[in-house]
């Protein structure tokens, strides 16, 4: 039942965000979380949050550039990644 209710949060606030708003708080999320290092989870975000809401959708060969940037470490190309999305 909580998981049924969480799902219906989520889904409600999602029809209420334009995509543009999404977009700009999750890249708030994901640049906070590469500011204090978290590189790996700063391009996860992202990438979770791009596919949940239904304005977003991502080319995958558009998130290869994150999963690039996250497995070598590289936290200037992991911002390019993240704040490429408009």
Same mark, same amino acid.
């Given at each position: 039942?909580?998981s049924?209710n969480?799902r219906?949060?989520?889904s409600l606030?999602l029809?209420?965000?334009?995509?543009?708003?999404?977009?700009e708080r999750n !890249?708030?999320r994901?640049?906070a979380?590469l500011?204090?290092g978290?590189?790996?989870?700063?391009? *996860?975000?992202?990438?979770? #949050?791009?596919? !949940?809401?239904p304005?977003?959708?991502v080319?995958?060969?558009?998130?290869?550039?994150?999963i690039s *940037?996250a497995a070598?470490? #590289?936290?200037?190309?992991a911002r390019?990644?993240?704040?490429?999305?408009n």
């Amino acid at each position: 039942m909580a998981s049924e209710n969480a799902r219906l949060l989520v889904s409600l606030t999602l029809s209420t965000v334009t995509g543009e708003q999404y977009v700009e708080r999750n !890249k708030e999320r994901a640049l906070a979380l590469l500011r204090v290092g978290r590189i790996r989870q700063a391009v *996860a975000s992202m990438m979770m #949050d791009m596919r !949940k809401h239904p304005d977003c959708g991502v080319p995958h060969a558009i998130h290869t550039i994150g999963i690039s *940037a996250a497995a070598a470490g #590289d936290a200037a190309l992991a911002r390019v990644y993240i704040e490429g999305f408009n």
